[in-house]
């Protein structure tokens, strides 16, 4: 009997030498080379790269990647026979597992022999430990990956459910499609394409709403392939050769069987701004240049400019019954009309036009400031650069004219072309004015009526101008015998105007005096 006992105590000790025991914690009892259970999981959702992550009586890692990125280089605490399954239990972001890095810590020894990436997708592998390293024993794998596969063919069932996405951005950037046209399905984009040779059928597109509707859509390298191949219908697309990169997609036409249609469904229509282009005999061209002026080439490469007919029309004056008196103060010089009863509001119509209300003021002193230039003094003034002013009354006559103001050093001085000779007085006004918006030729009319202070005859003239340039072909004068006279003159014709154009008039007379304006109007289209 005692020897039944002691045998059958030897052979439960060797039972549990070589099966699994566990301690009242939790921890197993490792006795011999049984075969380990652990018993406990750990989340991770640290970036890493971790290096020495701690998998003492570890058998599952959760990988949550809600926040960022997580990478896991090598682990620490590792024992014989232990098992670890790292499996991704959210795929917002990627999962890489590091392969031999080398730390001095237990490092993971990968199938693949390079680091595995999981991007943002959910998965895992499944790692053994020999007591120094970990060694992948399931799992794993970066997925597909298109970008490293080189001169594949590929079948219509290779991938029957998802989408290819092909990289060919490296040194072959070669697709061939094979012999038979190209079905594309749903919506398509491309940047180019460069068909070599030219293929007849073309690629075939399919309205995802209309399955049995179809357009041939055609890549052409010139012009003779189109009038040879194209069908009445097709649509195509045609390289020129031109300023785009020889081979890309510059032109999408319709075919309609004897010429060549460029067809517009909706939207606008882009055109870059490029230089004259080299011509293509017989062929015109329209293009925009960095001027902003459309340009046509006709089919001997000649080049023209567009015009295009604007509709900016603009209109400033005193209307009858609101007068507007203009004082001259020297006589046979020029005066700015600037009263405030001339304005651009209603009745006045404008479009493109803009309207600014002129000002005058009193010379105080002109100082010289070098190089043929003077400033002038006048309190609170409110005159900006480019501004256009008459100076009259000076008794040095080089500072009487219409001179465009250069700087405005302070608010009590403004400075001017003239030559320089001692300080003065006089005044000046700013002549109330239209700002062109739109550069083209314009058909300018203008009328008033006026009557003056002196009661004696006095000659008058008044005079339209475009900046500081007088447009004599419309001056328009008259002569006064009483100041009980009125008299209407007017003027008008053809004129060139540019952008920041600034239209206003002038007037004179052989005295000084007040000249009154019942009604006074110009009128540019």
Not at 9 to 17: G, K, T
Not at 125 to 141: K, M, P
Not at 248 to 263: A, C, K, N, P, R
Not at 435 to 458: C, D, H, I, K, P
Request: glycine letters at 12%.
């Amino acid at each position: 009997m005692t020897i039944r006992r002691y045998i059958l105590a030897a052979m439960l000790a060797v039972s549990f030498a070589v099966a699994p025991c566990f301690a009242g914690d939790g921890d197993p009892v490792r006795e011999g080379k049984a075969a380990t259970i652990i018993l406990r999981t750990t989340t991770l959702s640290t970036t890493g790269p971790t290096d020495d992550l701690d998998v003492s009586n570890v058998n599952v890692i959760k990988v949550d990647t809600t926040s960022n990125n997580v990478t896991i280089g090598g682990f620490t605490g590792g024992v014989d026979g232990q098992q670890i399954a790292i499996v991704i239990v959210n795929a917002t972001n990627n999962t890489t597992l590091e392969n031999v890095e080398g730390t001095g810590n237990q490092d993971i020894y990968l199938e693949s022999a390079v680091d595995e990436t999981k991007t943002a997708t959910f998965g895992g592998w499944i790692l053994e430990c020999d007591g120094t390293h970990w060694y992948q024993t399931g799992g794993g794998g970066a997925g597909f990956d298109p970008t490293t596969v080189d001169s594949v063919a590929w079948s219509d069932g290779a991938n029957a459910s998802n989408v290819w996405t092909f990289d060919v951005s490296g040194t072959d950037v070669t697709i061939t499609y094979g012999s038979a046209s190209v079905t594309v399905v749903g919506d398509h984009a491309a940047t180019s394409y460069t068909a070599t040779p030219t293929p007849a059928p073309g690629i075939t597109l399919i309205d995802s709403d209309d399955p049995q509707s179809k357009v041939a859509v055609k890549i052409y390298g010139n012009l003779s392939d189109v009038t040879a191949d194209a069908q009445i219908g097709d649509v195509y697309f045609q390289s020129m050769g031109g300023a785009g990169t020889p081979g890309t997609l510059e032109t999408f036409m319709w075919y309609d069987g004897s010429v060549q249609s460029l067809i517009l469904l909706y939207g606008s229509f882009h055109m870059p701004e490029i230089t004259t282009p080299t011509d293509i005999p017989d062929y015109g061209a329209l293009y925009w240049k960095s001027d902003d002026k459309l340009y046509g080439q006709d089919g001997a490469g000649v080049e023209h400019l567009v015009t295009l007919g604007a509709s900016d029309y603009g209109e400033m004056g005193a209307e009858y019954g609101s007068s507007a008196t203009e004082i001259i103060n020297a006589a046979d010089e020029w005066h700015a009309m600037h009263h405030a009863n001339i304005n651009g509001l209603p009745p006045h119509l404008n479009s493109g036009f803009t309207f600014t209300a002129g000002s005058e003021g009193v010379i105080a002193s002109i100082a010289d400031a070098g190089g043929g230039i003077v400033t002038v003094t006048d309190d609170a003034h409110g005159l900006l650069a480019g501004d256009i002013v008459t100076q009259n009354g000076c008794a040095d006559a080089n500072y009487n004219g219409v001179f465009e103001v250069l700087t405005v050093p302070t608010a009590s001085t403004y400075t001017i072309t003239a030559t320089w000779g001692t300080t003065d007085t006089g005044t000046w006004q700013m002549g109330s004015y239209l700002l062109v918006a739109t550069t083209g030729v314009y058909r300018g009319m203008w009328n008033s009526s006026f009557s003056q202070s002196l009661n004696n005859t006095q000659t008058s003239i008044v005079s339209p101008y475009i900046n500081v340039t007088q447009s004599t072909k419309a001056v328009s004068t008259t002569l006064l015998t009483n100041n009980t006279d009125i008299k209407t003159i007017g003027g008008g014709g053809l004129i060139s105007l540019s952008v920041g154009d600034r239209v206003w008039f002038a007037v004179r007379s052989t005295s000084a005096q007040t000249l009154t304006f019942p009604i006074c109007n110009i009128t540019l289209h």
